[in-house]
């Protein structure tokens, strides 16, 4: 299957800090990618839509300004949390759509695990 | 999107089907249904999906009953690897926002030996 790489895998960043994570579709081209959250012993719930080369769409309640999303490239997209928080300790996972013909499968990164002390 | 039923926790035996269900009575015409499973720690992983046919690949088979309600994952010969929290999510397929995957709690199968 297609490979979604995520960086780092795990920060750990004192309270009032910005940290960056790095999504990379590694072969293949994603227009689309996706930023999801996920907190202990809950389910995955959808952040952003990434799209390269415009604006992200945030899900209702998630603050755009804390939670910075650039789609540089066909094969990145980064998330920058500002300014971040104890409350902000999650596992952030990224997603890239890939198209193959009229299939599109979304593929996932391995996660970044996020502890802000 | 349509929503989707699962059992919260299935058990199998190793080497044993595993045999996954999932409700989705109000999936559209242009629903695909889609399975993911998550091991404990990491990232999704896409398994397989299908429109109204039946589909096999390497990981698994997919059936979906012809009015499209249900449909069961069926992974052949279990190993503990396969333990994992298993998802079942139906999404048009499309551009744009369109693309984006709503999980909910979905089956948590422990493959015991």
């Known amino acids: 299957g297609a490979v979604v790489s995520q960086h780092p895998s795990r920060v750990i960043c004192k309270s009032g800090t910005s940290v960056k994570i790095e999504c990379r579709s590694l072969?293949?081209?994603?227009?689309?990618m996706f930023w999801y959250r996920q907190f202990p012993k809950k389910s995955l719930m959808l952040m952003a839509t990434?799209?390269?080369?415009?604006?992200?769409?945030?899900e209702q309640g998630v603050e755009k300004d804390k939670f910075l999303i650039n789609h540089a490239s066909l094969t990145l997209s980064t998330l920058t949390v500002t300014s971040a928080h104890p409350e902000d300790s999650s596992f952030y996972i990224c997603?890239?759509?890939?198209?193959?013909?009229?299939?599109?499968?979304?593929?996932f990164g391995p996660g970044t695990r996020l502890l802000v002390l | 999107d349509a929503k989707t039923t699962q059992p919260p926790s299935m058990d199998c035996a190793e080497g044993r089907a595993a045999n996954l269900p999932c409700n989705h009575s109000?999936?559209?015409?242009?629903?695909?249904v889609y399975w993911y499973r998550q091991i404990h720690s990491q990232g999704p992983q896409y398994i397989i999906h299908?429109?109204?046919n039946n589909e096999t690949n390497e990981m698994a088979s997919l059936i979906i009953t012809e009015d499209r309600k249900s449909s069961t994952l069926i992974l052949p010969h279990a190993t503990l690897r396969d333990t994992a929290v298993y998802y079942c999510?139906?999404?048009?397929?499309?551009?744009?926002?369109?693309?984006?995957?709503?999980f909910g709690k979905g089956t948590l199968l422990t493959v015991n030996p």
């Open positions: 997603s890239a759509t890939r198209l193959a013909g009229e299939r599109e499968t979304q593929y």
């Open positions: 072969d293949f081209q994603a227009t689309t």
């Open positions: 990434s799209n390269e080369g415009s604006k992200a769409t945030y």
């Open positions: 109000t999936i559209s015409g242009n629903e695909y």
């Open positions: 299908g429109l109204k």
């Open positions: 999510i139906v999404r048009v397929a499309g551009g744009g926002s369109n693309y984006k995957l709503t």
